[in-house]
């Protein structure tokens, strides 16, 4: 299981670099898509099925299908992929960098690690990320109004930026 | 804008900084700010033009990062001491990076380019909600969370923001920007005695929202953006110019003025606890803004510039913009400094 998880980590680190050293946005998505993806497993790995399970549905079905799309409609005829020059450098300084940590921490690197939430161990019978859900709804009760009514603000930010023909906000630009 | 959208959204603004004043939590105070950041976005960009496209979006990516940032130090110190109370940061670390943002937010000086490129995007009327409210609620984290944070990182921001405030204006021909290197100077000193005396960062907030107050408003008044426009000011209205001078004056500090009232009460805090050198720095570095704002002065008091003056003084009509809270922020500005001892004795 451990060995897993240290796959597992491995891509989360390899889908970061692929975002991080600019390759067009196409290949960009994908690096995002391999990131959140092991960023969920690690998580269910590691003992939270639950949230990972929320972040797989919301990050990668909500919002990086609507930004794959969108780049994708960013026709780019010579999208630079990690094999450009400029963006192969990046790629290689980076990896190095995880290998100078990686040297830099020796062996105790692993005690970095945080260990599993395994808390269904003992006598719980609750995960532990079921339990901050049932927290959050326990007792924050009246505030989550306030955070719907971020989440209509922002719908509403967002509507009032785009409205109309002539008054998209890149049209401007 | 429909007057529906615009109360949905001043009152968003005012929800984000009660929740942020309200909440001891540090989920809420995020979402406070967060909501602070949303609202405005459609103000500012409500001239559709490139370069208020571009000030909102440089200024949601900063707030953005910022919030962020936020949210990271929270977790992080909720994950490392199991609690989310706003006053009580266990962890320097956590403190550190949660000033690091909060003086992103508010743009001090390490962090302060945005500032300047984001308030010569937008007009004056947003500018004046970006450089008062919007300082608000950041400001009550700061004041919280100051006690927890390494006294150094305080006073090297303070120092940097001071410098760079008066530096960066000094070649500044837009009044915007003047303006924007005026409030990182001024939040230089907000932040210099945040953790020695919270009463005197109130004070200098209060006061400098007067005063800046009343010179987005007197610019707007003008419908000055830029130094040349100030030349023949004159012609519109020679009371209004007249008093700009002295609310610039103020801006800058100097004594008769309600603006020499924070740098006085700080710089003898500062030194009573010791600090000489930084004082020192401080007041010299109040003389480089002091610079700016008497190059504004002279431009609109004592020159016209070697143009071709080809418009007639205007007929005076009767304003058409309301202009009660400009002169109530102008008599704030020019006549506030006797008032000290009961400003003391209400914030200490």
């Given amino acids: 299981m451990v060995y897993f998880a240290f796959m597992l980590l491995v891509g989360l680190v390899l889908g970061l670099v692929g975002v991080a050293c600019n390759p067009a946005p196409y290949f960009a998505a994908f690096g995002l898509v391999v990131a959140a993806g092991m960023g969920c497993a690690v998580l269910a790995v590691s003992g939270a099925p639950f949230l990972a399970l929320v972040l797989f549905l919301i990050y990668l079905g909500g919002m990086l299908v609507v930004f794959a799309y969108s780049s994708a409609l960013a026709a780019d005829p010579f999208p630079e992929g990690w094999t450009e020059v400029t963006v192969f450098e990046q790629l290689a300084f980076y990896l190095l960098g995880v290998v100078a940590a990686g040297l830099y921490f020796g062996k105790h690197w692993y005690t970095l690690f945080v260990g599993m939430v395994d808390s269904c161990s003992k006598f719980f019978t609750i995960r532990a990320d079921m339990g901050g859900v049932v927290a959050m709804y326990g007792s924050g009760g009246f505030m989550l109004v306030f955070c719907a009514w971020v989440l209509l603000l922002t719908l509403f930010v967002v509507l009032e930026l785009v409205r109309g023909l002539s008054r998209g906000p890149l049209r401007a630009v | ?348």
């Fill in chain 2, 1 to 348: 804008m429909s007057p529906l959208v615009l109360v949905v959204l001043l009152s968003s603004l005012g929800l984000g900084t009660a929740m942020t004043f309200a909440s001891s939590h540090w989920l809420l105070a995020w979402m406070g700010l967060e909501i602070n950041t949303l609202a405005i976005l459609p103000l500012m960009a409500q001239q559709n033009h490139p370069r208020a496209m571009e000030a909102t979006t440089k200024y949601f990516l900063i707030q953005a990062t910022a919030a962020a940032m936020i949210l990271f130090a929270s977790t992080t110190n909720a994950w490392a001491s199991g609690q989310w109370d706003i006053t009580y940061p266990s962890h320097p670390v956590t403190a550190t990076i949660t000033m690091a943002a909060l003086a992103m937010k508010i743009g001090l000086a390490p962090t302060h380019f945005w500032l300047p490129e984001v308030l010569q995007g937008v007009s004056l009327t947003t500018g004046l909600i970006l450089s008062t409210w919007q300082k608000l609620a950041p400001f009550a984290l700061i004041l919280q969370v100051a006690n927890y944070t390494p006294p150094y990182m305080l006073t090297a921001l303070a120092l940097c923001s001071t410098l760079v405030g008066g530096w960066g204006g000094l070649n500044q021909t837009q009044l915007r920007k003047i303006l924007a290197y005026s409030s990182i100077a001024h939040l230089g000193w907000m932040i210099l005695v945040a953790q020695m005396a919270p009463q005197l960062t109130l004070i200098a907030l209060i006061t400098y929202i007067v005063m800046t107050t009343a010179a987005f408003l007197t610019l707007n008044n003008m419908d000055a953006t830029k130094t040349a426009t100030l030349a023949s000011s004159w012609t519109k209205s020679p009371t209004l110019t007249a008093m700009a001078c002295l609310v610039l004056l103020s801006l800058g500090g100097l004594p008769p003025l309600t603006g020499f009232l924070p740098k006085w009460l700080i710089l003898q805090e500062v030194t009573n606890q010791g600090f000489i050198p930084t004082a020192t720095v401080m007041a010299l570095s109040a003389l480089l803004s002091l610079y700016f704002y008497l190059r504004l002065t002279y431009a609109m008091s004592l020159t016209l510039f070697p143009h071709t003056f080809n418009s007639v003084t205007p007929w005076r009509m009767t304003a058409k913009r309301p202009t009660l809270l400009l002169s109530t922020t102008i008599i704030m500005t020019t006549c506030l400094l006797p008032l000290t001892p009961s400003a003391l004795t209400l914030l200490i």
